[in-house]
């Protein structure tokens, strides 16, 4: 009898798949902010599980683990009550901290293992993040350059990836890629990549097909989420983002196009549409050229040569990236 391996179960020679060994401490995206108005809930595939998306009448989002800590029952079948969340099988309700406040059979004490896991929860770029781990090691994603400032984003899911996110992240720093697959020149010099904590960041000018010669100001967050401020060549600015979450056999997608609002005039919303439109199109135009190849890869690092000097660093961060699994056991 022939055994085979299981598809995939490593993903690289040095980095093992998300999930062995805990899940990379990153911010993930987990929903759609549009998507769970005050009063919602929504169940989302999240690491090797499910989470309740929900947000209270204070406005907040929240994100906990799925499963009710008395039978099990799946609380995005639930409801919001305040700011907590109610199991439909019978009725005990969770506070945002994710303890148990009240048992309607009544009981002496509320058992302190009632407790479901409340993700550290953050919204921004128009998604809402979850932490994987108990203390976010850096702040949500977002425009290095527009912090804080309001600006208007279009944000969709994309379809799924069969690769963890860290491999589609790799894309970024694959120069050999963007030239040979993508057909972009650039001048580049990976020694200027900025390393700092969990966050890496570094300047690409360039050309890309259909899009004309430009300045990329790109920056990371963990090892799932990457930011592009591109200054066009007429001195536009284009913003676009991705973020990654793992889920069984690969990953969920975000796709983030934003701008400066538009000032109200025609001009300027006449602006505003053709920077969204640019950025849409711009990561579809890289991502309908990446597909394929992501679809089937079985990813490793099996012969680097000279040109890969920047997506070795990149790797051997990965490599290093902490790992956690505090949902175990709850989200699944
Ligand atoms: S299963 Fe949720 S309250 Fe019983
Ligand atoms: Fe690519």
Redesign the pocket.
Known sequence: MTVTEPARAVGNKGIPREGVGGFSQCWYPVALSSEVAPGQLAGKEFLDGRVVVYRGEDGVARVQSAY?R????DLSVGDVQGNDLR?A????QYGPDGRCTKIPAGVARIPSAARLLAYPTAESMGLIWAFNGQQPLYDPPQFPTYRDQPLEYRVYETRRWAVDPYVLLTNSMDFQHLRELHGMTMEFDPADIVMEGFEYEYVVEGELPNFGRMSQFIHCFGNNAITLTMTMEGGGQVLGAFGGTPVPGGCRGFNVAAAVPSDGTADDDERLDQVLFLSQAMMKQLQDEDQPVMDTIRFREDVLIEADRALGKFLRYVRDYPRAHDGAGLIN
Not at 70 to 73: C, I, P, V
Not at 89 to 92: A, D, L, R, Y
Request: proline share 0%; aromatic share 20%; net charge neutral.
């Open positions: 009710c008395h039978l099990g029952s199991c099988f019978h009725h005990w």
